[in-house]
């Protein structure tokens, strides 16, 4: 099975700055990989996904993540925060079970960001 | 196309009942799964159905059970209610191709067990 640690339970930034959010992922194939966003109230919204086409994936809303395969990792990164990007943020990755792929996700990331 | 909905979206229940909840997924999905998200815990995964059948199931007690109707259409039930059932229910929906594929979340059922 695989596994998922987002390191930080919250991350606080000022208006402006980067964005930094940690996932690191446990895998012994090649994984499909997942950011998504949840704000308040509401349920998680995808923001980008890793599925080996390129390393560096782009998605909405600014964000961006690198898929490191030496590194374990797929940080989340957004060069200049808005008051907007608080919220929650899940790391998932892909597992096939039973035919189909359930992916695992992380604890979550609570961005808060201060004007 | 409309998204994933999901009903009713709060509901306070009492130790001991039990409780029924609804999901509609996003029109051409055949998939649809079930999560439990709580502060403790995060998100768990419940269950997952594929045209009409069970494809994958979390380690959740047998008082959580599932099905999927001909339209796609999912309800999630739970019996003899649990203090620790309160959470925040989601449902997501996808195609059921597999590889990279995305789910796509309702926003959720919030049940409230006193």
């Known amino acids: 099975a695989q596994s998922v640690t987002q390191l930080g339970s919250h991350v606080s930034v000022s208006e402006g700055a980067l964005v930094l959010l940690r996932c690191n992922y446990s895998?012994?194939?090649?994984?499909?990989l997942f950011w998504y966003v949840q704000y308040p109230n509401q349920g998680l919204q995808l923001l980008l996904k890793?599925?080996?086409?390129?390393?560096l994936v782009k998605g909405i809303n600014g964000f961006e993540a690198e898929f490191k395969k030496s590194e374990t990792s797929f940080h989340l990164t957004k060069p200049s925060a808005h008051m907007s990007d608080a919220a929650e943020y899940f790391c998932?990755?892909?597992?096939?079970?039973?035919?189909?792929?359930?992916?695992?996700f992380g604890r979550g990331t609570s961005l808060i960001v201060h004007p | 196309k409309a998204g994933v909905t999901q009903t009713p979206r709060y509901l306070i229940k009492t130790r001991g009942q039990q409780v029924t909840l609804s999901c509609s997924p996003i029109?051409?999905?055949?998939?649809v799964s079930w999560y439990q998200q709580t502060p403790g815990q995060g998100l768990q995964f419940l269950f997952e159905y594929f045209s009409e059948t069970q494809r994958n199931k979390g380690n959740f007690p047998g008082r959580f059970s599932g099905r999927q109707f001909s339209n796609s259409r999912s309800e999630m039930n739970v019996s003899t209610l649990e203090l620790g059932d309160s959470a925040l229910y989601l449902c997501a929906s996808s195609l059921g191709q597999g590889k990279g594929e995305t789910q796509y979340f309702g926003p959720g059922t919030r049940l409230l067990v006193l």
């Open positions: 029109s051409g999905h055949r998939s």
């Open positions: 998932a990755v892909s597992d096939q079970s039973g035919g189909s792929y359930i992916p695992t």
């Open positions: 895998s012994s194939v090649p994984p499909y």
């Open positions: 890793y599925t080996s086409a390129a390393t």
